[in-house]
DNA sequence: AATGAAACATAACAGGC
DNA sequence: GCCTGTTATGTTTCATT
């Protein structure tokens, strides 16, 4: 007998884990006293909803958001990324590859009328010319790109409803 | 006279700092002492590095990454948006407007065929068709969108030198 | 699950090198 | 920038409800 898994892909937060997961997308690395008190329950039970949080991969890391600009990657880019007709099997071996190329940023795997997204971070024009002619034309399974400059970029996280 | 101010736009990370932003892009919540090692760095020299960074603006701040799946976002789009030629003036109210809708991950304000390209993170596409007809289509300055469905997501952060 | 308080660990600070 | 000692702060554990 065959038996069927059901795999559960959303899990309701209560009004704690909420505002637990505010307050660490607002500063992942307030306290954990700060984040109990402004979730009104004790410390003690602060570090377990936050491990639960964690262990049911609601919250998946903590990250530093970075300036590009101050580190000397002034322009960013978005390219987009058509594949040949003929070539879609090649599509994951490809997404693997672009995740992993230096100056990328974040990468979206599309429906539609584009494959890909690339965001990238980069020091000049050239740089952005480099990328896109060694990583993305020099592949014979891309068949079109389409660079658009990125004038302010902002980002938000996810909300919690 | 009139005197010409050269403003600085970025740093130069010594290899030291490398460690340090890479440690804290890596898990933004690692200890002071646990980065200080990986650096080889005494701790107080560490936490000084560390608000260096942050006042040089190089660190711009601490989040922690959601899954969006795993509170009932289960869809993810790219919402492309044109303003209208004659509308062009309206862009950075309608900018400000965009940044704080909720669902909205992150937006990209571009130069190039198209004006904003917003992720949204969704219900199901009925909350997709929800926003896209109140937020940008009732809206008289936007020509025209076009929503993509994401596949896959990956972020890799700023990756410096 | 949640709590409070004790025990433990970590970080911040100051003074001297 | 580093070290050390000291204080302040934050975290964890555990018995209890």
């Not at 990328?104 to 997204?117: A, K, N, R, T």
Request: contains cysteine; charged residues 20%; neutral net charge.
């Amino acid at each position: 007998m065959v038996e069927t898994k059901r795999i559960r892909v959303s899990e309701t937060l209560d009004e704690v884990d909420r505002i637990l997961v505010a307050g660490l997308q607002a500063d992942s690395r307030t306290t954990n006293s700060r984040l109990a008190n402004a979730a009104g329950i004790a410390e003690s039970t602060c570090v377990s909803r936050v491990r639960s949080l964690i262990s049911r991969g609601i919250v998946t890391g903590f990250t530093a958001m970075v300036d590009p600009k101050s580190i000397g990657l002034g322009l960013q880019a978005l390219i987009s990324v058509n594949i040949r007709a003929g070539a879609r099997t090649h599509i994951p071996a490809f997404r693997d590859s672009i995740r992993v190329m230096p100056r990328v940023v974040q990468v979206f795997f599309l429906g539609g009328s584009e494959d890909f997204i690339i965001h990238l971070s980069a020091r000049d024009t050239d740089d952005v010319r480099d990328f896109v002619l060694e990583n993305l034309s020099a592949n014979p399974a891309v068949a079109s790109t389409r660079t658009s400059m990125v004038f302010e970029h902002f980002y938000n996280g996810v909300a919690p409803e």
